[in-house]
């Protein structure tokens, strides 16, 4: 009887999307490509779409498991906690968790791919919105309307990575060459309010117009 022969070394049959996602955030996303990520994997290019879509998913799914890997999640308030603190909470995570990341800011998409956590906080803020009498498309705009408020913000704060925010500065230097006439301005483009400052100003907007739906 002859010895069998040993094992054929290759690629491996198989890979899962997590190995995938793990694969590319190890790579970073800065230039990414489909077969990077498949030379890591030791498999053919072939082999990802059968799990992806195409890069820009997989950019997606990256931002989707970095989120997973914050305290977004967790912003859950003490019970009794009133809708304000409620939204406040949710408000604050949300901007967190994408402010923390701005390598992917323009892949995150903070409503897919969620966990089943993110899923059961979402829907007790929405409970207790309910309960407050709020619509359901009072409820549904709420939602909508912190994430845009937090991905504008991290936005900003991307464009303000290198330093002065390069739309800001533009629009001070309109304003200076005409400061004599438009002295308003000339004092908004001196107070310069920080990013957190800004936020809260937003938040405290939301809130009270929320309030006054309500009444």
Do not use: K
Request: include cysteine.
């Amino acid at each position: 009887m002859t010895d069998q022969a040993p094992p054929r070394r290759g690629r491996p049959q198989r890979i899962s999307r997590d190995q995938i996602i793990t694969a590319a955030l190890e790579l970073g996303p800065a230039d990414l490509r489909m077969s990077e990520v498949a030379r890591a994997l030791d498999v053919g290019p072939a082999a990802l779409y059968n799990h992806v879509r195409d890069r820009e998913e997989l950019l997606a799914l990256m931002a989707a498991r970095i989120l997973d890997e914050t305290e977004y999640d967790d912003f859950e308030p003490a019970p009794g906690a009133t809708w304000q603190e409620w939204i406040t909470a949710f408000a604050r995570a949300t901007r967190g968790a994408v402010v923390a990341n701005p390598q992917l800011l323009r892949y995150v998409r903070l409503t897919s791919a969620p966990t089943g956590l993110r899923l059961d906080r979402i829907e007790h803020l929405a409970a207790v919105m309910d309960g407050a009498g709020f619509s359901t498309a009072d409820v549904q705009h709420c939602v909508q309307h912190v994430y845009t408020l937090a991905l504008g913000e991290a936005w900003q704060q991307a464009l303000s990575a290198g330093g002065e925010d390069p739309q800001f500065a533009e629009f001070g230097r309109g304003v200076n060459e005409r400061s004599a006439d438009l002295p308003h301005l000339a004092d908004m483009v001196a107070a310069r309010p920080e990013a957190d400052a800004q936020f809260a100003f937003a938040l405290d907007c939301l809130l009270l117009g929320l309030s006054t739906r309500l009444g």
